[in-house]
């Protein structure tokens, strides 16, 4: 008697094909709840996979993932995966996507959340200079209230860079002739208050 040789091939690919580890769909949820505790994440699991945040998006060409494919890899619980990817870094917030998102995910403030996260966490990402412009534009804010245009510059760009330094001095003396720089920063009149602020908000983070 013969025997059944495609019944032997199915039992082996059912036999082969392994179950996703518990162990992983813990971490997967971990990260998706982790996400809803963030500010604009609140409502990251009423995403439809519609495409109008991807579709609208108008920094989208400079992205390695798309906006959907952002939440969707939430869902899938790729957190390293996210927090290392350019898309949190070159969101524009312009709140395109939220305004046009039929299920009011708020994906341009969980762009904002999910850049504080990396930072926090000091996740090494693609393309370094965006942390550095985030933070050092927080710091000169902080400092100031104001931004101050020329140290946030000369903080963040690559000093052997000479022909990236010669066409932002040429910009930069354009606008001082006209009178749109000012090489001396300047503080707020309230700028107690704005410390204030801002320390609250640092400590209801860290709650």
């Not at 022909?163 to 354009?174: D, E, R």
Request: charge should be positive; proline fraction near 6%; charged fraction near 25%.
């Amino acid at each position: 008697m013969q025997p059944n040789t495609q019944l032997e091939k199915t039992n082996q690919k059912v036999e082969t094909t392994p179950a996703e580890p518990l162990v992983q769909q813990k971490d997967r949820w971990a990260f998706v709840h982790e996400v809803e505790k963030l500010p604009g994440g609140e409502n990251i699991l009423d995403c439809l996979q519609c495409g109008l945040c991807a579709g609208t998006c108008p920094t989208r060409f400079a992205m390695d993932y798309s906006p959907i494919q952002i939440i969707k890899m939430i869902h899938l619980g790729m957190r390293e995966e996210v927090l290392s990817s350019s898309t949190i870094w070159v969101c524009s917030s312009c709140y395109s996507c939220y305004s046009r998102c039929p299920r009011a995910v708020d994906i341009t403030t969980l762009m904002m959340s999910l850049r504080n996260l990396a930072m926090k966490e000091k996740i090494p990402v693609k393309k370094e200079i965006k942390p550095k412009f985030h933070k050092t534009f927080y710091e000169i804010v902080r400092k100031y209230g104001r931004l101050h245009e020329p140290e946030l510059l000369m903080k963040i760009l690559k000093k052997s860079d000479l022909p990236n330094l010669y066409n932002n001095v040429k910009f930069g003396w354009s606008l001082l002739r006209k009178g749109r720089l000012k090489l001396r920063p300047t503080k707020i009149g309230n700028h107690a208050e704005l410390l204030a602020i801002l320390e609250k908000t640092a400590k209801e983070e860290a709650q």
